[in-house]
C-alpha cells in the first residue's frame, strides 16, 4: 500500500495510523518529506516520424529549454543511456545527434535538486525503404547499355506505386509510372548523350534511389567523314596552283558488321543510309551529287586560320601567300608570294551542316620548290643548314619526295673546296627513314668520320631517278651549300 502526495512545498510529516474495528488504532509511525523543485514541463519537436533510408534520418529539438537543465535524448527501453545531451539557455535548441528508426524519450534534469522529469510522448520514428533499383534496365535489348538514337530504356519488372524519371546532365527527360509492377519504357530517346534512371516512390516521404546504369545514346552508326592529310606540290615556274582536298577524303561507315569506304566523288546515293529506314536516308550529301535544285547538300569545306583556328574560306600569310578555298568542293587555291620557296602546313576541315559531330580536319602540305623537275613538280634543296643541336635546320633536308614526287632513287654528294668529297648518302633514297646529312663527315679524306665538318662552303651533286607516271627520268642537280653551326 502506498500514497501519492504532491501539490506541497518545503517539508511535511506524515503519521500512519493503523486501525481496527473503528475503535482501536495504533501509530505505525512518521516520516518527514522534503519537497524540492524539479524541471518545467517542456515541448519536445520532431523533424518528422518516418525518413527515407540511407538519409540524414530525423533531429528532434526542445521548443524552450530552462536554465540549469540537462536534457537528455535516451532510447524508451534503455533509459539510463543518453544518446545526446543539451544544456538549458532559456532558448529552443535541437540535439545534435540525428535518430533513425526507434522509439525515444527526453529526460530533463534540474542541477540544483537533482529532481528529473520524463517526457510524456514517445517519439516513435519509422523508415521507408527506398524503391529498388535490382530490376533490369535496357535499351534495345536485355543487358544493353549502349543506345542508338531512337531506342526505348526499358526497366522490368517495374515497383508499384514508383515513378521513374530519366535524367541528363539537363535535367529530367521524361517519366513514366509503373502502378502494377510489370515492365514499363521511356519513350524513344531522340538525342545523343549520357542517361541515368532515377526511382521516386509516389507514398510520403518518397524516397527516391537511382540505378547505378548510365545509358550512352549515339546515333546510329553512320561512320565517319575522314579527311586526309594532303600533300600539295607547287613547281618553281607557277604563282597560281590548286589544290583539290576532297580528292583523298572519304566516308567510312559500317554496315551489317562490315566496313565499307566510299570516296568523295561516288558520295550520293552510295553515302551510308540509315538502315532502320524503309527509305534510303543518305546521311553525307556531298554538293557535286546534290547540286542546289534542292538545297540538300550538307558537306561543307573551310580553312583553319593559323593564327587562331578559327574556320575561314580565305586565309592569308604575308610570306607564304593567300589560300581561298571553295566551301562546296573542297578546292584549295594558292596565290604564291613572288620570292617565296619552301614548306608551309594549312589545315581545313570537312563538316556535316546537318550533323555536328559529322568532322574532321586533315593537313595540306605545301611545297614550293627551287629546283624544277618538271611542268608540274619541284625539289626544295635549301643552299644553307646549321647543324648546331638547337632543333632548327639541323639537318640537310631535300624537299619534294614527300611532296608528291615519287623517287626510284636517289644520292646526294658533298664536296670541300678543295674538291674533296667529304659526304656521300647510304641507301636508295637520299634521307629514307629521315637519314639526313647532319653536317659529319662519311669519308676519312680530310676528317675522321662521324666528325663535324667545319663551317665553310660547300659544293654538292643530288642525283634522282623519278617515275612519272611509269616513265623513269634521271635528273642531277649541283650548287653550294654554306655549312654554319
Known amino acids: 500500500i502506498y500514497w501519492y502526495v504532491s501539490d506541497v512545498s518545503g517539508s511535511e510529516i506524515y503519521e500512519v495510523i493503523a486501525i481496527s474495528g473503528g475503535t482501536c488504532d495504533l501509530s505505525m509511525g512518521t516520516v518527514e518529506v522534503t519537497y524540492s523543485d524539479g524541471p518545467e514541463d517542456f515541448t ?17 529539438s526542445i521548443d524552450l529549454t530552462e536554465s540549469d537543465v540537462a536534457y537528455l535524448l535516451v532510447e524508451s527501453d534503455d533509459v539510463s543511456t543518453a544518446l545526446d545531451v543539451l544544456i538549458g539557455n532559456d532558448t529552443s535548441q535541437t540535439f ?50 549502349d543506345c542508338t538514337v531512337g531506342d526505348s530504356i526499358c526497366i522490368d519488372p517495374s515497383e508499384e506505386d ?5 535524367y541528363d546532365s539537363e535535367g529530367v527527360i521524361d517519366s513514366v509510372y509503373a502502378d502494377s509492377g510489370n515492365q514499363v519504357c521511356f519513350p524513344a530517346v531522340d538525342d545523343e548523350g549520357s542517361f541515368t534512371i532515377m526511382a521516386v516512390s509516389l507514398n510520403y516521404p518518397y524516397c527516391e534511389n537511382s540505378f547505378d546504369t548510365a545509358f550512352d545514346y549515339s546515333y546510329s552508326d553512320y561512320g565517319s567523314l575522314v ?31 562490315a566496313e565499307y569506304v566510299v570516296p568523295f566523288d561516288d558520295f550520293g546515293e552510295d553515302a551510308y543510309f540509315d538502315t532502320n529506314s524503309d527509305e534510303v536516308n543518305v546521311i553525307d550529301k556531298y554538293y557535286g551529287n546534290y547540286e542546289d535544285n534542292d538545297n540538300s547538300a550538307n558537306i561543307e569545306f573551310h580553312l583553319l586560320s593559323n593564327d587562331d583556328g578559327s574556320e575561314v574560306l580565305s586565309y592569308a600569310n604575308d610570306t607564304v601567300g593567300t589560300f581561298v578555298i571553295d566551301q562546296d ?22 563538316e556535316n ?16 620548290g627551287n629546283t624544277t623537275v618538271d611542268d608540274e613538280n619541284s625539289f626544295l634543296i635549301p643552299n644553307a643548314f646549321s647543324p648546331n643541336d638547337d632543333g632548327i635546320n639541323d639537318y640537310y633536308v631535300i624537299s619534294g619526295e614527300e611532296g608528291g614526287i615519287t623517287a626510284t632513287s636517289s644520292t646526294l654528294e658533298v664536296y670541300n673546296r678543295w674538291g674533296t668529297l667529304v659526304y656521300r648518302s647510304d641507301g636508295t633514297l637520299y634521307g629514307e627513314g629521315d637519314d639526313w646529312w647532319d653536317g659529319t663527315s662519311t669519308t676519312s679524306n680530310m676528317v675522321s668520320i662521324g666528325s663535324d665538318l667545319p663551317n665553310g662552303t660547300y659544293f654538292y651533286i643530288f642525283k634522282v631517278e623519278i617515275n612519272d607516271e611509269g616513265v623513269i627520268k634521271s635528273k642531277d642537280y649541283n650548287g653550294y651549300i654554306e655549312l654554319r653551326r
Request: aromatic share 14%; hydrophobic share 30%.
Open 329 to 350: 568542293y573542297g578546292s584549295i587555291v594558292y596565290t604564291k608570294t613572288p620570292g617565296f620557296y619552301g614548306k608551309y602546313t594549312l589545315y581545313y576541315v570537312i
Open 96 to 145: 545534435t545527434k540525428e535518430i533513425g528508426e526507434g522509439s525515444y524519450l527526453v529526460r530533463a534534469i534540474l542541477y540544483s535538486t537533482g529532481c528529473e522529469d520524463i517526457s510524456e510522448d514517445t517519439i516513435n520514428i519509422t523508415k521507408s525503404p527506398l524503391p529498388e533499383i535490382l530490376a533490369d534496365t535496357y535499351c534495345g535489348y536485355l543487358g544493353n547499355s
Open 44 to 60: 519536445i519537436s520532431v523533424s518528422d516520424t518516418i525518413y527515407c533510408e540511407g538519409s540524414d534520418s530525423i533531429s528532434v
Open 227 to 257: 579527311a586526309v592529310d594532303d600533300v600539295f606540290n607547287v613547281a618553281s615556274g607557277l604563282t597560281i596552283d590548286t589544290c583539290y582536298a576532297r580528292a583523298n577524303d572519304t566516308l567510312i561507315y559500317v554496315y551489317n558488321s
Open 162 to 166: 514508383v515513378i521513374y524519371y530519366l
Open 353 to 368: 551542316t546537318d550533323y555536328e559531330d559529322r568532322r574532321d580536319t586533315a593537313s595540306v602540305s605545301l611545297y614550293v
